[in-house]
């Protein structure tokens, strides 16, 4: 059964320090690793797709990278907008997407 | 802007009253989800739509229902909703089996 794992569940940080998010996975087939972040009451808004280990993307102070058996989110010098929860999917070979659970970013200034 | 949007945004109704939500896009894309996600959890999907073709998932209760009358728009019918149903629903749309955008969500209260 495919499995994702976020950690950590919650992340507190001062606004400009750097940290990185893990999602560790399992999944038969992995046709794209996918992140998204979720304000608040909203629904995900998508980030990156990642196909295959050693892919990097990045947008604004985030990257996102993919190795076989992980995915890193790295937030580099945060802010206070960059406060949100950030979840991690994988989808297998049947084309489903499983979530993880994500991982709650608080950025204070 | 291209979008995905739900209606409404707040619903409230009472155990065992039926309920429909209703999700639209302007992404002309052929694919269209409906997942339940409770506090702090991740989403989980409940059903999908390829085109015409219904796919239910193995554990999503009888209770819940879906209805596609076109391309555009999809509905989640509750039928006799329970406490355990309170939820934020999110709907997504795909082209085929590619990225899925998300809607605002709908969150549901039983009272």
């Known amino acids: 059964e495919d499995q994702v794992t976020q950690s950590p569940e919650a992340l507190r940080l001062q606004e400009g320090e750097s940290s990185s998010l893990n999602c560790s996975y399992t999944?038969?087939?992995?046709?794209?690793l996918f992140w998204y972040r979720q304000d608040p009451g909203k629904g995900p808004e998508f980030l990156f797709t990642?196909?295959?280990a050693g892919e990097e993307k990045e947008k604004e102070r985030l990257k996102a990278t993919l190795t076989k058996k992980e995915s890193f989110l790295h937030i580099t010098a945060p802010k206070p907008e960059d406060s949100a929860t950030y979840l991690c999917a994988v989808r297998n070979s049947w084309g489903k997407l499983q979530f993880g659970a994500g991982t709650q970013v608080v950025v204070t200034p | 802007d291209a979008m995905v949007i739900q209606n409404p945004r707040y619903q409230v109704t009472q155990f065992g009253k039926p309920v429909t939500l209703s999700c639209s896009q302007t992404?002309?894309?052929?694919?269209m989800y409906w997942y339940q996600q409770k506090s702090s959890q991740a989403p989980k999907l409940l059903f999908h739509?390829?085109?015409?073709?219904?796919?239910n998932e193995a554990d999503t209760p009888d209770n819940f229902q879906s209805r596609r009358p076109n391309t555009s728009f999809c509905f989640l019918d509750i039928r006799s909703p329970g406490l355990g149903d309170a939820a934020m629903y999110l709907c997504?749309?795909?082209?085929?089996?590619?990225?899925?955008?998300f809607g605002p969500g709908t969150r549901l209260t039983v009272l």
């Open positions: 999944v038969s087939g992995l046709r794209g």
């Open positions: 992404l002309n894309h052929n694919v």
């Open positions: 997504a749309t795909s082209r085929e089996e590619n990225t899925q955008y």
């Open positions: 990642l196909y295959s």
């Open positions: 739509y390829y085109d015409k073709d219904f796919n």
